[in-house]
């Protein structure tokens, strides 16, 4: 009776094969009163339903259970069915092993907001710095992480200068035109990786813009139309994702200070996902154009759980253009 009334309630569109499989895989764990059954920050990957006694539900150093779980009630269910590894506080646990595709791949697909924000403290549960999405350290300045900064050509540094002293008022984001990928790692917008057989797309929630990276290793064309995104085709190295790009638009700004790349840029990604809830982005630009040698930086990312891209269509309701003329 008890197997039933488990199947009903908690697996009702599941066909007759399929419960017969789940209780097949379900263990009976019995406790002696008092003891634990998992602990506050704990990885919790499984699923129990208090079949007899009941559950009391404390936080350390509080004086009283803030809830009980009875008969019939669920233990750890929001990290099994919704596929995302929690601590048994619930929190999602950023530690767990990365997931991986049906050949053993590490999976990207996810949103995806900067792991390296401005703001010393995003909050764990809306992602936020205060009211907004987080800005990166790079979103405003690329070369930060690099001693001496970006090493510029003479009329570039001179470029950045000018476009800093100005507040930007140039820039192509506020003016409501697409953003390059490299740019848009580091903005205060959310991405989402979408990886099937084949093909890594990223969406922007920024003017609902994209990013297609073919991933079966062909090569690159010898003339691409120029476009903001340029074009992309990656190989696997082992666990890490291999992306190298051209074919750009001139004067694609990478940040608030005015940096740009060319059409001469040639871009190298490696992408890796080394557990959960980080990808790390490891970005190698040679363009000889703009730059006087090529220059590296790491770009890391955060998953974002509980949420979806919503259009934030950039010239709806716009009021700032008029006054940046």
């Known amino acids: ?74 233990i750890g269910e929001i990290g099994f069915f919704a596929g995302v590894p929690r601590t048994a506080d619930g929190m999602v646990d950023l530690s767990a092993p990365a997931p991986r595709t049906a050949d053993g791949k590490p999976d990207f697909s996810g949103i995806w907001i900067t792991g390296s924000p401005l703001c010393a403290q995003p909050d764990p549960v809306t992602y936020t710095c205060g009211s907004e999405l987080p800005m990166a350290r790079e979103g405003i300045n690329m070369g930060v992480g690099l001693p001496g900064g970006l090493p510029y050509q003479p009329w570039l540094a001179a470029l950045v200068k000018e ?5 930007a008022k140039d820039d192509p984001h506020v003016r409501c035109l697409p953003d390059t990928f490299l740019r848009a790692y ?23 813009g994209y990013r297609q990276v073919i991933t079966d290793g062909r090569p690159l064309p010898q003339d691409p139309v120029p476009s903001w995104q340029g074009y992309s085709s990656a190989a696997w190295s082992g666990s890490t994702l291999v992306v190298d790009s051209i074919g750009f638009r001139d004067d694609l ?3 608030w200070n005015g940096s740009v790349l060319t059409e001469a840029a040639k871009v190298r990604e490696r992408i890796r996902r080394p557990d959960f809830g980080h990808l790390e982005i490891e970005v190698t630009v040679d363009d000889p154009k703009a730059y006087t040698r090529p220059w590296t930086v790491t770009l890391r990312q ?17 009021k700032s253009y008029q006054r940046m003329r």
């Open 302 to 318: 955060q998953i974002v759980v509980g949420t979806d891209l919503v259009d934030e269509i950039c010239l709806e309701n716009e």
């Open 186 to 208: 580091g903005l205060p917008h959310m991405l989402k990786f979408v990886q099937t057989p084949g093909l890594l797309v990223m969406l922007n929630e920024m003017n609902a």
């Open 1 to 74: 009776m008890r197997r039933n009334c488990f199947a009903r309630q908690r697996f009702s569109t599941n066909s007759d094969d399929q419960l017969a499989e789940i209780w097949s895989r379900t263990k009976i764990h019995k406790l002696l009163r008092g003891e634990c059954l998992v602990r506050q920050g704990a990885e919790s990957r499984s699923v129990y339903v208090v079949v007899s006694g009941r559950f009391e539900v404390w936080i350390e150093g509080q004086k009283s259970a803030i809830n009980e779980i009875g008969v019939g009630e669920p």
């Open 253 to 255: 700004w990478i940040d």
């Open 163 to 167: 476009r800093t002293a100005n507040d």
